[in-house]
C-alpha cells in the first residue's frame, strides 16, 4: 500500500530568484509545482533527500515543507537549509475542562 500526503512549501526566497527555485524544484523533484508551490495526494517519498538537495542549490534560502499525510495526526514542518534538515512533529492540545464554559 502505497502513502499519500499533501505538501505546502514556502520560501523566505526574493522575487529575484524565485522562478528559478521554481523550476529547480521541477527538475529535482520531478513534480509540477507551480506558484502555489503546494501538491496534493502524492507519494513524494524521496522528499527529504529532494529538499536537502534543493536547498543545498540556493544556501541562503530558508524552505518550510509541511506535511499532512493520510494518517490522522500525522502532520508535520520540516525547515531547510544548505543541505541540512529540521523536522517538527504536530502536538495537538486541548484545553483544561472548565465548568463555567458549560453552555
Not at 506535511?67 to 512533529?89: A, P
Not at 502536538?91 to 463555567?100: A, C, K, M, P, Q
Request: net charge negative.
Amino acid at each position: 500500500m502505497r502513502y499519500s500526503t499533501n505538501y505546502s512549501l514556502s520560501t523566505d526566497c526574493c522575487c529575484g530568484k524565485y522562478e528559478q527555485l521554481v523550476d529547480t524544484l521541477w527538475e529535482v523533484t520531478e513534480y509540477s509545482w507551480g506558484t502555489s508551490l503546494e501538491l496534493y495526494d502524492v507519494k513524494w517519498y524521496a522528499h527529504e533527500k529532494d529538499m536537502r538537495q534543493v536547498s543545498y542549490m540556493f544556501p541562503e534560502v530558508t524552505f518550510t515543507l509541511e506535511g499532512d499525510g493520510e494518517d490522522q495526526g500525522d502532520q508535520w514542518r520540516k525547515y531547510f537549509k544548505g543541505g541540512k534538515m529540521q523536522h517538527v512533529k504536530a502536538v495537538i492540545t486541548f484545553e483544561d475542562y472548565d465548568e463555567g464554559k458549560l453552555k
